[in-house]
């Protein structure tokens, strides 16, 4: 939530926090931000729907979006896309993994398993709830996704695989 990222009080950035939460591109745009001087709670907002709540339709309309403009629609150019996709490859995804290395939490264990290491490749690909998503669609992989891969090796690994198709 945005207010933990504030200091006591919340009328001003925790700029320590922040600067070891992200990349550095990503906490010139957070420190930039106003700080509302109204005392609202902090609320999760869909902002592809006029109202913020997140509907399926919209989810549609973004992935379409996306598919005619090769990839690119939703960022004002290529290069926000290719920024946000390297930032996610470098770990930027808020995994117990990331929590840990940056001690802000005192473990990395993933909370549904109890057992396995809360990395990104363990949240996108082998958690339960993410391989019920896999095991219920349609796409499959041309080669066996390893936990032990990162995910920037994983994605370096499918790209190789689909590029020689
Ligand atoms: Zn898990």
Known sequence: ??????????????????????????????????????????????????????????????????EAAGGNAGCSDSTKLHRAWRGTCNGILATKDSFFCRKITANNICEEHGRHVETAMHLLCFCDRSTEVWSSCKLSLPIKVLESWSFLDTISRLQICWEAK
């Not at 009080?9 to 926090?17: N, S």
Request: overall charge negative.
């Open 1 to 66: 939530m945005v207010c933990e990222l504030l200091k006591e009080g919340g009328k001003e950035w925790d700029i320590e926090l922040v600067r070891g939460l992200f990349l550095k591109q990503d906490v010139e745009a957070i420190l930039s931000t106003p700080i509302s001087e109204s005392v609202a709670m902090d609320k999760m907002v869909w902002a592809k729907e006029k109202k913020g709540s997140f509907t399926m339709r919209s989810t549609c309309r973004l992935a379409w979006e996306v």
